[in-house]
């Protein structure tokens, strides 16, 4: 989901595999983690690169439809709790990244490729926050959709990025928490802020069911992905289990899912539901989503605007260490 | 331009009178300004009583390919575990 079409590399027939890359492939089924300085198959090593860096840039990138509504938030203490879960997102990109790296890539050429564009970040933050109400559905849907991917990601066969998610679980329910709060509080005031509540939950609706990415007969990566358990449920196995737990919480709002054929199935024991439109969601990936320019946009004026911060505080600690080196040669 | 600040290995001591344990990395220019970093993102909900911060590069790692080689010695005494020896009940917890 935040990492919603992750190319997976070096799929091969067991029969074609080499004795290294069976043994590897055996410690995987064997529920061991991988470590950073071992032996992995190069396919391993560059889908996760991939995959793990399009989660930590959706980490950050992320944070500007929400840091957008920190200083016009309606409170003092909603505007105290959406900074701090705005920070928590800027902790997850940092621990994905940290991740990354073990992989022997390095932070910059991360951030190199997504401001050029050669690596993408969840669709989802290509849609705009329109009002304080969008802050209600991002806490309640996007992150509750990002919990639904990344609780299963813990036991993710590499260790590092297990580790990530599991401090990033951590932190997600309180972002969900806080979400589905501010639409209690909407959902429950005046007729307009119920209208506010509803119509946020229509915009956010359909692409918060696109962050699971394509549905599984079009997602042709899945299957090596689940063999190296990088990937632990298919796309449309979570975004079930996303609309089934959804449902029930949209009812006790007293709002109403903006899908027609929504019925309960029996049988299936689930919701049946309408598919996002598909081609929306290549479009918005490809760079045609409603904000994707000024994102990316905002992205690259924040790095670039903070070089001389970046290099002022290197030199400083440069001199600083050549300082305490000189003082030492003196003193011997 | 900009060369990217060094990489450091954060540790944290999750409550008084336990170990130091490894939460991950972060980069800083510092140790001084790795630890107020590490403060920022590791200990962000009272994880913590003390910081260390050690440069990454400072680290020396066993290598994964020699595992066997340099855990297998320990692996056949089987004497250095307590329950090794078959103590009679009669003599009580011991
Ligand atoms: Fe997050
Ligand atoms: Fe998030
Ligand atoms: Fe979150």
Not at chain 1, 177 to 203: S, V, W
Request: with cysteine.
């Amino acid at each position: 989901m935040y990492a919603q079409l992750v190319k997976s590399e070096g799929a091969k027939p067991r029969e074609e595999m080499t004795p290294e890359e069976i043994a590897f492939q055996e410690r995987i089924d064997r529920g061991e983690k991988i470590e950073p300085k071992e032996w992995m198959p190069e396919g391993y090593r560059k889908t996760l690169i991939r995959q793990i860096g399009q989660h930590a840039h959706s980490e950050i990138v992320g944070q500007l439809p929400e840091g957008n509504w920190i200083t016009r938030a309606p409170t003092l203490e909603r505007k105290a709790i959406l900074l701090a879960k705005v920070q928590d997102e800027a902790g997850h990109g940092l621990y994905l990244y940290s991740a990354a790296e073990t992989l022997g890539v390095s932070r910059d050429e991360l951030l190199e490729k997504l401001h050029s564009g050669n690596m993408k970040y969840s669709s989802i933050f290509n849609y705009p926050t329109l009002n304080w109400a969008d802050i209600g559905a991002v806490g309640w849907l996007v992150d509750g959709a990002a919990i639904m991917n990344q609780v299963p990601l813990q036991r993710t066969s590499y260790g590092p990025y297990s580790r990530a998610m599991i401090r990033i679980c951590k932190e997600e329910s309180f972002h969900q928490r806080q979400g589905y709060d501010i639409m209690m509080k909407m959902a429950a005031g005046t007729p307009e802020q119920k209208a506010m509540a509803q119509d946020a939950l229509n915009r956010f609706w359909y692409p918060a069911l696109m962050m699971f990415g394509p549905s599984d007969k079009d997602s042709v990566h899945s299957a090596q992905s689940m063999a190296w358990k990088i990937k632990i449920n298919t796309n449309d196995e979570l975004r079930q289990k996303f609309v089934d737990q959804t449902v029930p919480q949209a009812k006790y709002l007293g709002l109403s899912i903006p899908d027609e054929s929504l019925a309960w199935n029996e049988e299936k024991g689930g919701w049946d539901f309408s598919e996002p439109d598909w081609s929306e969601f290549f479009a918005v990936i490809a760079g045609n989503g409603p904000c994707n320019e000024e994102r990316l946009g905002a992205r690259v004026k924040a790095w670039e605007d903070g070089a001389w911060f970046r290099d002022g505080l290197m030199a400083h600690a440069e001199k600083a260490e050549a300082r305490r080196r000189a003082a030492r040669v003196a003193a011997e | 331009m900009s060369s990217q600040w060094p990489l450091w290995e954060i540790f944290i001591r999750g409550q008084h009178g336990l170990n130091h344990r490894h939460v991950g990395s972060l980069h800083a220019p510092d140790a001084e300004m790795a630890i107020r970093n590490a403060r920022d993102v590791y200990t962000r909900r009272n994880e913590g009583v003390s910081i260390w911060v050690v440069p990454s590069n400072a680290i020396t790692a066993s290598s994964p390919s020699e595992k066997g080689p340099l855990f297998e010695p320990s692996n056949a005494k089987v004497y250095r575990h307590p329950t090794f020896f078959d103590i009679p009940e009669e003599v009580g917890h011991m």
